[in-house]
């Protein structure tokens, strides 16, 4: 116990900044541990460098889910994927006992991610990847308010859960389904074809 708590204090980086000492150590393996630092070199850091771990980081704009959805989106590939849904799992956990909602949906964004690319060879991979979609819709109008007042220049950019959800849609023939829900897309006004789509799924409804 007396080792693990020495070896706790060391960390420092962006692990130790966030708190996230005793999830490292207890989540991860030391092989993993090791993978991760050999992978996530962001831009701008030194390939020598273990910047999750060392060096003293003073302030961060960035939220702990933050770090997370991104830091998983190294590690969705495969041979790496266990690491990615580890990483992501904590992601949305933080995300939802905050209150920003842009974290809640850029670490759902990542978390259907994750799961479709296994869609092939994961029983369950596209149920979890359609209610990261499901759970992004439902935050949609929110997150869409967020936007605009941090970019009130800019229009809303694409959904990726309502893109998503809509190529599966049409995949398992759900039209009158996906009609619907470009509707509702384009209504909240996210970027996308959604006329296109919707013109697609009245033609193949009838």
């Given amino acids: 116990m ?3 708590f020495k070896q706790q204090r060391k960390i420092e ?9 005793d999830w490292w150590l207890s989540v991860f393996t030391e092989e993993e541990r090791n993978r991760i ?12 460098t273990k910047p999750l771990t060392e ?3 003073t302030y961060s704009s960035q939220t702990a889910a933050g770090l997370l959805h991104c830091l998983a989106g190294w ?6 994927r266990e ?8 992601a949305n956990e933080l995300a939802d006992e905050g209150d920003d ?3 809640q949906h850029f670490a759902l964004q990542q978390r259907m991610g994750i799961y479709y690319r296994e869609r092939d060879t994961n ?9 990261a979609c499901k759970d992004q819709i439902k935050i949609a109008p929110a997150a869409a308010k967020q936007f605009l007042k941090e970019y009130p220049k800019q229009s809303l950019p694409g959904h990726v859960g309502y893109t998503q959800l809509a190529i599966i849609l049409k995949k398992q023939g759900k039209y009158k389904e996906l009609f619907e829900l470009c509707k509702q897309a384009k209504e909240q006004g996210w970027a996308g074809d959604w006329d296109k789509r919707m013109v697609d799924a009245e033609k193949k409804s009838v």
């Fill in 37 to 48: 630092e050999e992978v996530y070199h962001p831009m701008g850091s030194d390939s020598k």
């Fill in 101 to 103: 909602v842009l974290d």
């Fill in 55 to 57: 060096g003293k980081l």
């Fill in 13 to 21: 980086g962006d692990i130790g900044y966030y708190g996230l000492e």
């Fill in 2 to 4: 007396l080792g693990l």
């Fill in 83 to 90: 690491i990615a849904k580890k990483i992501i799992e904590k």
């Fill in 123 to 131: 029983p369950d991979a596209l149920d979890e990847a359609i209610k």
């Fill in 75 to 80: 590690f969705n590939r495969p041979g790496d």
